[in-house]
């Protein structure tokens, strides 16, 4: 059965990108609907640590305000640069890609306990797209960005733009934008700068645990393939000894040939046990003067 073209774009989305524009959407359309209220998912430390609501640390990301021209827009950001990035600075490091969404949430939420505690920003979902958003405008800087139709520059010139219209459109401090801004820059600077640096060896402080590898399939798969490879190369050393061993029997059974001398020797003139020649005269004719492999 054929896939509609709107079922086809949505499953060709990643699967990380995909599970997050889902959670997304759906918490949209259940306070659309009067199913959920917004007062019960923005983030508060207070009601986290006092009342246990800790479904606030993930529900803060899932919500950008009732359908509207404003969601629409913070939607087609989302589902734009979480793709571009998921397909292409981090295609094949999926574990990457989800480890950079779990260290830039905490983050964030680790600032806002400390800074915003007027809540200026309630909602980090924005602040979370706009990360994603600057780190992929500093990995593709000579991509040319046309905004609105009305002016075009460079990738990195993205989100000061952004921010700038903000101000400009709403009269409002882009708290969330610069606080996504601040979590971006941080998290590009360790993974893309600094393993660049001299002395740091090409470490990468960021990279994922082994546990998120696990998880997302790439830590078995790795193990797996060096569980494969370490059992051929057991293999391929007991076939390699099996064909020495026969070797040796077949040589040590080989009927003796003569060497042509006339005397009867059989072409073993002053072979040792072992495998061993005597490279001299023949014994007690002066005796041995060195040693030769037999080959």
Known sequence: ???????????????????????????TLACQLGLVSPYHLFYSWPLVRRAGQYWRLVTTFLYFGGLSVDFLFH???LVRYCRMLEEGSFRGRRSDFLWMMILGSSSMLVLSSLF?????????????????????????????????????????????????????????????????????????????VYPRMAGSHGHRPLSAPDVVKVLCGEGRAAFARDARLDDAADVDMELLADADLHDGHAADHAPPADDGDGDGDDGLDGVAPGGYRFGGPAPGAGGPDGLRQRR
């Open 116 to 192: 915003d505690t007027d809540k200026h920003v309630p909602f980090l979902s924005s602040s979370l797209t706009f990360m994603l958003t600057y780190l992929w405008c500093r990995r593709n800087p000579t991509v040319a960005i046309n905004f609105l139709g009305l002016f075009t520059f460079n990738a990195p010139y993205l989100p000061w733009v952004l921010m700038a219209f903000t101000l400009l459109l709403h009269g409002i401090v882009p708290w969330a934008d610069g606080l996504g801004l601040v979590v971006g820059h941080i998290y590009y600077y360790f993974e893309d």
């Open 75 to 77: 939607m087609f950001f």
């Open 1 to 27: 059965m054929a896939q509609l073209p709107v079922e086809e774009w949505f499953y060709d989305i990643p699967i990380i990108s995909r599970t997050y524009v889902s959670a997304v959407v759906a918490t």
